[in-house]
């Protein structure tokens, strides 16, 4: 247990409405990972985070944005979501090293775009 | 761009057989390759961790073999039980940020 918190756990909303998901880590690790996973598409990155207001764009950023403005919250958020955006959502920490670290995930959350 | 394949993509053994899990990758210049398990409805758990400049690792009755210039890595687990059904993923990383490409994992049973 690498000491991730991912809230909501669960979240049914409706097509255009914004909603954030957050991360929170107990351990000062720099970096943070947001991946999304998908029947037929695996897990694919979203957008990352190397420090405090550092982060970058993934493979699928688009309609997405993210921010960092502490160590231990790393918040996804989905300015107008759309159904294409319904999916199972992980955060996730390098630790033991850096970078090319081992990651650890968090439990999950579940985001349904009616 | 690196792709990660992962054969076959479901399995099924009976109690006490071994599990060979089969993981490639296209880009053999990787920094790691990591492993993870995941139960339905549950997040990844890290198995086993190998870096660019090892061969293998293990942890108990895991063991994880890496062979770049194949863009192999080979995941077995010794002695199978019902307990190690689910999922499991293989990841490369690429790059110095940590960013992990997955492969679509193999959905193992694990028959008493």
Redesign the interface.
Known sequence: DAGITQSPRHKVTETGTPVTLRCHQTENHR?M?WYRQDPGH????IH?S?GVKDT?K?EVSDGYSVSRSKTEDFLLTLESATSSQTSVY?C?I?VHG???????????SRLTVL | KQEVTQIPAALSVPEGENLVLNCSFTDSAIYNLQWFRQDPGKGLTSLLLIQSSQREQTSGRLNASLDKSSGRSTLYIAASQPGDSATYLCAASTDSWGKLQFGAGTQVVVTP
């Open positions: 970096y990972y695996g897990l694919r990155l990352y190397y970058d993934g992980f996730a390098s850096g970078p090319a670290g081992e990651l650890f995930f968090g439990e999950g």
